[in-house]
């Protein structure tokens, strides 16, 4: 046995660019699903394990993924707003915790997400540094945003505009950073968490500018019409950018009742409390209400789907590859017949030339699978999340 | 013989254990003990801090976040303050913008309690915003909702029946203690409301001048001819409301104030006839009281006896 794997070893040796070759060919054909699987298998785990500790959101009708993905993973999805007044009837409720959020604005690219503070309870974050969030232009800073940030506690970053470059959409906003999380593992080490009143803002519907008995007096021109004590000013009037400096000239226009919020996520006391209101809300028809575990159970269902279809085409490409690889090895064994003739005359024993050449099939497999499986977990550091890409 | 005798033996250990282990339920007449709440829970207005800790009793602390000498319509909070109230188990709120900083401040949405909020189609709109002063909180106008409801009595106590509520669903007190705590408060908001009803009958028909629209409320509840004439209790007697008393036919005889008018003012007042009465909303801890509900107690019987004493006639 010792001779039989020098040998191998020599011949393996003495043709090593077609050994790697055929090693690095068997190893690209296991790696595809081996990382598959793999990648598969955490993207299940960390969209379930969020969904798990969501038990409902609250949302306008529409796609259900686009609602779930959203509010649990702060995905870019325009989902219509609801308003303010339809949170109260949740909110006030004592056998469930609702949580308003907005979404829709960025800073730095990030997401920036408007919550009550009970999100952070919910979630289970905790401050590594500073203080939550207490008026409108405070935010708290996922870890993992923080550090490629390299922002601190005090800071001000600028929130991305609303608009792109449009010059009639609310101006972006300084923010001022209160506080860093301590990594969680989730979406939220990879956003910026606010308040409510601090994405209205960003709206542009909290705004401050100068009074309008001020603008009557230094720049009358802004003043377009006045009715008794209405005075209707002109869009060109700039607001505060820096609105948190002095928050006593924020005001809002409009009723508070028609603020926007994009979803609400809603933990209920139990499971009939649960079933309770999802049937009524889904039978109103008003809103849409729906467990997140179920849109991750159907969406993985799918992604699942595509999983198995690809992995038969890997397996048919696998095929092609071993028949590939049984042509190089006769090819190869016939070339040697000379040798393998020799190692006879020279007394091996019978079948000796088969266990010769089926190790070496042998070792060129293994080393395959040993490729494949160093370069899954190469990826698997280095390639992102799909939670977060897709 | 001795076997028989096992399994009755091993039935009378049995049911001893389970008694011994508590398989006794508690009676609803056994006293509980109080629940413990990690902090105090935080009211914005003095008013609904003493409408609070009526109906959560004395073991349950409630902070008035507005303190004395401020009016909580143009108090601002300290960081100290908002960072209480995450922390709180519940912030109550007047509404109807009485508390303007609460529209922006970060709070609990699951504990914050909007006191007015289920009484919200009895609110009175202000169409009118005149620009107007009083105390040192620089010229303000009024529009949208009147948030003095509370000084109705009757609108306190549904205020007071929204604290209850909520502290039973979040569970600051439990249920026997509740029923206790508020039907004593029901009596002493029954009885405010029955010096309101003595108060407008014995005016009658009488137009009563109010320096402030605190009054409304109890106005309309008790049909009171109330005339708000704005008059800063802290300045003198200005020409609008002298040309509003030209204009009078039948001069009123009670001009009420949220506080005791300066000397110059009374002095103008008592040259014209007009009797200052002090009906004090008190929107922010006073000194020497140790509830709201003593300072309107105080004033409504003042003026109460007033109408009734015999050199009234």
């Known amino acids: 046995m010792k001779g039989l794997l020098w040998l191998v070893r020599k011949q393996l040796a003495h043709h090593r660019v077609r050994s790697a070759l055929l090693a690095a060919c068997l190893g690209l054909v296991l790696f595809i699903p081996l990382r598959g699987t793999w990648l598969v298998q955490r993207y299940d785990h960390d969209l379930r394990a969020r969904a798990a500790t969501t038990p409902l959101v609250l949302g306008q009708p529409g796609n259900r993924f686009d609602l779930c993905l959203g509010t649990l993973f702060f995905r870019q999805a325009r989902l219509r707003p609801m308003p303010w007044s339809a949170a109260s009837e949740w909110t006030d409720r004592r056998d469930m915790v609702a949580v308003p959020m907005h979404l829709g604005h960025h800073v730095q690219g990030a997401p920036l997400v408007g919550v009550t503070p009970e999100y952070f309870e919910r979630r289970g974050l905790q401050l590594a540094a500073g203080q939550w969030p207490l008026r409108p232009g405070e935010i708290v800073l996922g870890a993992t945003f923080a550090q490629e940030l390299q922002a601190r506690v005090g800071g001000i970053v600028r929130s991305d505009p609303a608009f792109g470059f449009g010059l009639d959409g609310p101006a972006s906003q300084e923010l001022r950073i209160t506080g860093i999380l301590k990594r969680a593992f989730a979406p939220d080490d990879r956003a910026a968490l606010g308040s409510l009143s601090t994405t209205w803002l960003l709206d542009g519907h909290l705004h401050g500018h100068d009074s309008a008995q001020d603008l009557r007096a230094q720049q009358p021109d802004l003043v377009l019409a006045e009715s008794g004590d209405q005075v209707l000013l002109s869009g060109a009037?700039?607001?505060?950018?820096?609105?948190?400096?002095?928050?006593?000239?924020?005001?809002?226009h409009g009723s508070n009742e028609a603020l926007p919020i994009s979803a609400i996520l809603i933990w209920p006391d139990d499971e009939m409390v649960r079933t309770i209101a999802q049937t009524e809300v889904n039978a109103e028809g008003t809103w849409h209400m729906l467990r997140p575990a179920q849109v991750i159970d159907d969406l993985m269902a799918q992604t699942l789907r595509l999983k198995t279809l690809i992995d038969r085409l890997v397996w048919v490409l696998g095929l092609g590859m071993a028949c590939?690889?049984?042509?190089?090895?006769?090819?190869?064994?016939?070339?040697?017949?000379?040798?393998?003739?020799?190692l006879r005359r020279m007394g091996a024993p019978p079948g000796y030339a088969a266990r010769l050449i089926g190790l070496e099939v042998l070792a060129v497999a293994l080393s395959a699978g040993g490729l494949a499986a160093a370069a899954a977990w190469c990826a698997s550091r280095a390639l992102p999340n799909l939670v977060h890409v897709l | 013989m001795l076997r028989n005798l096992v399994l009755p033996g091993w039935c009378w250990i049995l049911g001893t254990l389970m008694i011994a282990c508590g398989g006794q339920t508690p009676t609803p007449t056994e006293a509980s003990e109080p629940v413990k709440l990690e902090g105090p829970v935080l009211a914005s207005t003095w008013p609904l801090a003493s409408l609070a800790s009526a109906v959560l009793g004395p073991h349950q602390p409630v902070r008035c976040l507005v303190?004395?000498?401020?009016?909580?319509?143009?108090?601002?909070?300290?960081?100290?303050?908002?960072?209480?109230?995450?922390?709180?188990?519940?912030?109550?709120?007047n509404g109807a913008q009485f508390e303007p900083w609460a529209s922006t401040a970060n709070l609990p949405s699951s504990r914050t309690i909007r006191t007015g909020r289920a009484?919200?189609?009895?609110?009175?709109?202000?169409?009118?915003?005149?620009?107007?002063s009083h105390g040192a909180q620089g010229a303000h106008s009024h529009k949208g909702f009147d948030p003095h409801y509370w000084m109705d009595p009757l609108l306190a106590l549904e205020q007071a029946r929204a604290i209850q509520s909520a502290a039973l669903g979040l569970g600051w007190i439990d249920g026997g203690i509740a029923t206790t705590q508020f039907a004593e408060l029901e009596t002493r908001l029954q009885e405010l409301d029955a010096l309101w009803v003595e108060i407008a009958t014995e005016l009658g028909s009488q137009t009563v001048w109010a320096n402030h629209g605190t009054y409304t409320y109890p106005a309309r509840r008790h049909g009171l001819r109330l005339a708000v004439v704005d008059i800063d209790p802290d300045k003198s007697w200005t020409q609008e409301a002298e040309i509003q008393w030209a204009k009078l036919e039948t001069k009123p005889r009670y001009f009420l104030f949220e506080d005791q008018p300066s000397i110059a003012l009374q002095s103008t007042l008592h040259r014209k006839g007009l009797q200052p009465i002090v009906l004090r909303p008190a929107e922010a801890p006073i000194d020497g009281y140790s509830s709201a509900l003593d300072v309107w107690r105080e004033d409504l019987r003042a003026f109460r006896n007033l109408l009734q004493s015999p050199s009234n006639d």
């Open chain 1, 237 to 252: 009037v700039v607001p505060d950018q820096e609105a948190q400096r002095d928050l006593k000239r924020l005001h809002l």
């Open chain 2, 67 to 93: 303190p004395a000498g401020e009016d909580p319509a143009f108090w601002q909070p300290s960081d100290e303050d908002l960072a209480a109230a995450l922390q709180a188990p519940g912030v109550l709120l």
């Open chain 2, 119 to 132: 009484f919200r189609s009895q609110w009175i709109d202000e169409t009118s915003g005149a620009t107007h």
């Open chain 1, 324 to 342: 590939l690889f049984a042509v190089i090895s006769l090819q190869s064994a016939q070339l040697r017949a000379a040798e393998l003739i020799t």
